[in-house]
């Protein structure tokens, strides 16, 4: 795997570290970020005033094998970091706390809508099928975000009584994936559709025979490599600090395949349910309409 290198980083760390013509190069570069990106070798030591074999030390200083591979990983290194070197201004009555509360969760609210818009029944009720009938249930995701949300499935698809669990961990998905058959469904959940690990663990369980459902953006490479693709494309928003729409969308979704898969079996889901709120009577001896499991 290629490691990924913070040059940004690196470079506010340069001063006192770097020799004195060195840092003179590193101290143009941090306030020409982005013109550095396209500048020539000669061009760089020109505008410095210092030899090119100086600038090659200086990339090298940084980890880098010269001043072309600087150049690629300053490139992808400001792709991903410019939204909070330099982020959209933030309107002033967003960081008020008196309205702070309401302006979250409007950016929620606005997410499931847009949720709601592109939620094709279809899709839907090919998935809500397969996992109704499917004997165990896998549940994937990578980083965060989708592993937060595939750790909610299991727990939500359990209670259904049907055997389910989630794995975050690349060598166990592709382990767990490996073992499933005809009868098993493994729901691989990305908002890029991109993670090596997940696409991997996907065309595992495809070539034993498993059912591969995936909650990610359309025309993904992990899209195309599921039987059921639950499409949904969600922008995000350009407040660096606002809470990302793609997790409470993937929540949502969940939860609609889990209350589509307890209604096509009433009565074991009734059961399992009941079972486990009796269960629980001694811890939570309260009565009533409360949610399973405090």
């Given at each position: 795997m290629q490691r990924a290198t913070d040059i940004i980083s690196q470079l506010?760390?340069?001063?006192?570290?770097?020799?004195?013509?060195?840092?003179?190069?590193?101290?143009?570069?941090v306030e020409h970020l982005e013109?550095?990106?396209?500048?020539?070798?000669?061009?760089?030591?020109?505008?410095?005033?210092?030899?090119?074999?100086?600038?090659?030390?200086?990339?090298?200083?940084?980890?880098?094998?010269?001043?072309?591979?600087?150049?690629?990983?300053?490139?992808?290194?400001?792709?991903?970091?410019?939204?909070?070197?330099?982020?959209?201004?933030?309107?002033?009555?967003?960081?008020?706390?008196?309205?702070?509360?309401?302006?979250v969760i409007g950016t929620i609210i606005d997410s499931l809508r847009l949720l709601r818009e592109q939620l094709a029944q279809s899709d839907i009720d090919a998935a809500a099928d397969a996992l109704a009938g499917a004997r165990q249930i896998g549940f994937f995701g990578v980083g965060g975000g989708s592993s937060t949300v595939a750790f909610d499935a299991a727990n939500r698809f359990f209670r259904l009584g049907i055997p389910a669990q989630s794995q975050n961990d690349g060598y166990l998905q592709r382990m767990l994936a490996s073992t499933l058959g005809e009868e098993d469904v493994i729901v691989a959940i990305s908002t890029s559709g991109r993670p090596t690990e997940l696409i991997h663990s996907a065309a595992i369980a495809r070539q034993y025979g498993a059912t591969v459902i995936s909650l990610t953006k359309p025309d993904s490479p992990l899209a195309a490599e599921s039987d059921i693709v639950i499409g949904l494309i969600m922008p995000e928003s350009p407040d660096i600090y606002?809470?990302?729409?793609?997790?409470h969308v993937f929540m949502a979704t969940i939860d609609v395949l889990a209350t589509a898969v307890a209604r096509r079996n009433p009565v074991r889901s009734k059961e399992k349910l009941r079972r486990i709120r009796s269960s629980l009577l001694t811890l939570l001896p309260t009565v009533g309409r409360l949610p399973i499991g405090d």
């Open positions: 506010n760390r340069a001063p006192g570290i770097l020799p004195a013509r060195e840092q003179q190069v590193a101290d143009y570069v013109d550095v990106t396209a500048i020539a070798l000669s061009d760089l030591a020109k505008q410095v005033g210092v030899s090119e074999p100086t600038v090659i030390r200086f990339c090298r200083s940084l980890g880098c094998e010269g001043f072309r591979d600087f150049k690629i990983k300053l490139a992808q290194n400001l792709a991903v970091s410019m939204q909070y070197l330099a982020p959209e201004p933030i309107e002033d009555h967003i960081t008020d706390p008196a309205v702070l509360g309401s302006h606002k809470p990302t729409a793609t997790r």
